[in-house]
């Protein structure tokens, strides 16, 4: 019997542990230990992603909370290793590009422990955002890359990986997309306003096809005051054209109450700010609406798969393929009021769905598991 350790670490990871977590259940070969680093420390941004898409209780949580990234780093590392050394896995398998991926695979390569990357090889190739340097720690020090598309494949043999080194598997978030879609359809879109005293509901404050949803957390869009201010007031222009409904990441309501922007906000009849959800209604929300407007990276993914528009407002990507293939735009703040208007008047991109992103991804992996452990 062989011993993987599986870690998740921050929201985007659960969608992507939930469908291996599934496949790898009661498997004769491999036991499987669930670590959770505990980035993400209250029920909306973790406990209820576990009992949404019914991943099993963690063996190990770190609660390392919330700090700086260097404070963050440090607690994962020093936990991590004792997990390591109490439980003396075969390897450790790490996804995505949060703290916690690079810090654990960082104890496990020194602890001479076989690591896997999944997701490896995506590149913003912009040293600015923390994940990239993330991205390149780990793959720098992996045994085992497990890849989403083709594009990763081509920058991990561009950088020296070894063609034998490398699997492309798929895509896990669309693996628990296409396993939870029927289940999101099925939840509640009624919310409660914040610091409005008053509820929206679907079908009647806005209708299918007919509103669009936002999700900005960047610091390069949020953390400047004047940048975020401006960011509101070109939401409260498209909004006077569309309902815009915003499930707010604590980051940018943080500034937004510390740059006090509350007051121009709840000035938008139709921009709605909303807590953040679980994943049911947030799928939910998102394949009802006629596009996305967002600085974040799971949901250019999302969005191809279900072949919205996404308006991504970067710089650059790690996800090219959702532009290559899908129907993911990069463009800049000043580009949103008439791209939206573009979607508006039935001129929205259109794409397709990349290899693999067929909601197996979780099976090739398993298999390629069995063989290389």
């Not at 993330?134 to 043999?157: E, G, K, Q, Y």
């Not at 209708?207 to 007031?233: I, Q, W």
């Not at 996305?292 to 996800?319: A, F, K």
Request: charged residues 25%; aromatic residues 8%; hydrophobic residues 40%.
């Amino acid at each position: 019997m062989k011993k993987i350790i599986v870690v998740a670490g921050a929201r985007p990871n659960f969608m992507k542990i939930a469908p291996l977590m599934h496949a790898l259940a009661g498997h004769k070969e491999i036991e499987t230990v669930l670590v959770h680093t505990g980035q993400h420390y209250d029920v909306k941004m973790s406990g209820q992603f576990f009992e949404e898409l019914n991943i099993p209780h963690p063996h190990v949580n770190l609660e390392v909370g919330s700090a700086s990234q260097a404070v963050q780093t440090a607690r994962i590392m020093e936990r991590f290793e004792k997990v390591c050394l109490d439980e003396r896995p075969d390897a450790v398998l790490v996804v995505g590009d949060v703290t916690s991926t690079a810090a654990c695979t960082l104890v496990a390569a020194k602890l001479e422990i076989k690591t896997i990357h999944y997701e490896a090889g995506l590149r913003s190739r912009d040293r600015s955002m923390p994940e990239e340097i993330n991205r390149l720690v780990t793959d720098s020090i992996s045994d085992l890359f497990l890849t989403t598309s083709v594009d990763a494949d081509d920058n991990l043999l561009k950088e020296g990986v070894p063609a034998e080194k490398i699997e492309m598997v798929g895509n896990l978030m669309i693996d628990s997309l296409v396993a939870n879609r029927d289940k999101a359809s099925a939840s509640a879109l009624n919310f409660q306003l914040l610091n409005r005293n008053k509820e929206i509901c679907f079908g009647e404050d806005f209708k299918r096809g007919a509103y669009g949803v936002m999700t900005f957390h960047r610091p390069g869009n949020v953390d400047d005051k004047a940048s975020l201010e401006r960011l509101v007031e070109i939401w409260g222009e498209v909004s006077k054209r569309v309902p815009l409904v915003f499930p707010v990441h604590p980051r940018t309501y943080k500034n937004i109450q510390a740059f006090g922007l509350q007051e121009k906000i709840d000035a938008y009849e139709h921009l709605y700010f909303i807590e953040p959800l679980g994943y049911l209604q947030f799928i939910n929300l998102v394949q009802n609406s006629q596009f996305t407007l967002t600085d974040s990276g799971g949901i250019q993914e999302e969005t191809t798969y279900l072949n919205l528009p996404c308006l991504t407002v970067r710089p650059n990507t790690e996800r090219p393929v959702t532009v290559w293939e899908g129907s993911n735009k990069l463009i800049t703040i000043d580009d949103i009021l008439p791209e939206v208007a573009l979607i508006l008047d039935g001129k929205g991109k259109c794409g397709h769905t990349p290899k693999f992103w067929d909601g197996d991804a979780a099976k090739r992996i398993v298999a390629k598991l069995e063989k290389w452990l």
